[in-house]
Nanobody, 117 residues
Framework: QVQLVESGGGLVQAGGSLTLSCAASGRVFTIDAMAWDRQAPGEQREQVALIRREGSTNYADSVKGRFTISKHSTENTVTTYLQMSSLEYEDTGVYYC?????????WGQGTQVTVSS
């Protein structure tokens, strides 16, 4: 089992920046990758960034060059960050941290990001 707790959401003006954090605990040594997904109002959830155990990353085209995913690992925890800059109104949504452990996904409770135009 992996537990995830997100933080860092809020209200920001277009063009601004925000950093989200996700703290993973539990069987963190089983985590193969972590990602940030977002769900805009009335839209399906989409993955915006992923970081693998060895550090390689993937980004959705809509956020390339504006978002950066990173992680910091200790013996018992893994914290993933999503640095978001040049935010756009379309980035508004609930952002969920996802951990992939032994083929199974685990999600946090989500954190709201609202970008005002």
């Amino acid at each position: 089992q992996v537990q995830l707790v997100e933080s860092g959401g809020g209200l920001v003006q277009a063009g601004g920046s925000l950093t989200l954090s996700c703290a993973a605990s539990g069987r963190v040594f089983t985590i193969d990758a972590m990602a940030w997904d977002r769900q805009a109002p009335g839209e399906q959830r989409e993955q915006v960034a992923l970081i693998r155990r060895e550090g390689s990353t993937n980004y959705a085209d809509s956020v390339k060059g504006r978002f950066t995913i990173s992680k910091h690992s200790t013996e018992n925890t893994v914290t993933t960050y999503l640095q978001m800059s040049s935010l756009e109104y379309e980035d508004t949504g609930v952002y969920y941290c996802t951990a992939y452990s032994m083929g199974s996904p685990y999600w946090g409770q989500g954190t709201q990001v609202t970008v005002s135009s």
